[in-house]
């Protein structure tokens, strides 16, 4: 992948340069040495090379941000919420929604329930098999 700059280009090109051996640590800027280091002990050396090897013709000094979202820049959720005040035993009480305390009923014309007639109930099963009844 090419460098977008040629600061990036540069940056690129010391820790290429560290991990190779050509560069010593102590020749580094101090300021920068630790960022170098991490980023040579991050990066494969063909990652490296294909950053440190981009040409200089046309590219920007810095680049520009363009726009997108940085770690940085996304704000979190915000502050959980829960609907009523359930910082209270009343709270919970009148609260109208999200509660999941909604008693089930059924209305007319909805299908009821129908027990599947290939199980058997655990009576009928102990009541049917010899082997259960005499192992208990």
Do not use: C, W
Request: glycine content about 12%.
């Amino acid at each position: 992948m090419p460098s977008h700059s040629k600061s990036q280009q540069r940056l690129m090109g010391q820790a290429y340069a560290l991990k190779k051996g050509e560069l010593k640590l102590a020749d580094l800027n101090p300021e920068y040495r630790d960022q170098i280091k991490s980023l040579a002990d991050g990066m494969t050396l063909k990652q490296l090379e294909d950053y440190a090897k981009t040409s200089h013709e046309g590219l920007p000094e810095v680049k520009e941000n363009s726009g997108m979202a940085t770690l940085g820049s996304v704000n979190g959720m915000g502050a959980p919420s829960m609907p009523g005040n359930p910082g209270s035993q009343e709270g919970f009480v009148t609260q109208k929604e999200g509660s999941g305390d909604i008693p089930y009923t059924l209305t007319k014309g909805q299908p009821t329930k129908r027990k599947k007639s290939s199980f058997l109930t655990f009576h009928d099963f102990i009541k049917g098999s010899e082997e259960l009844r005499s192992a208990f």
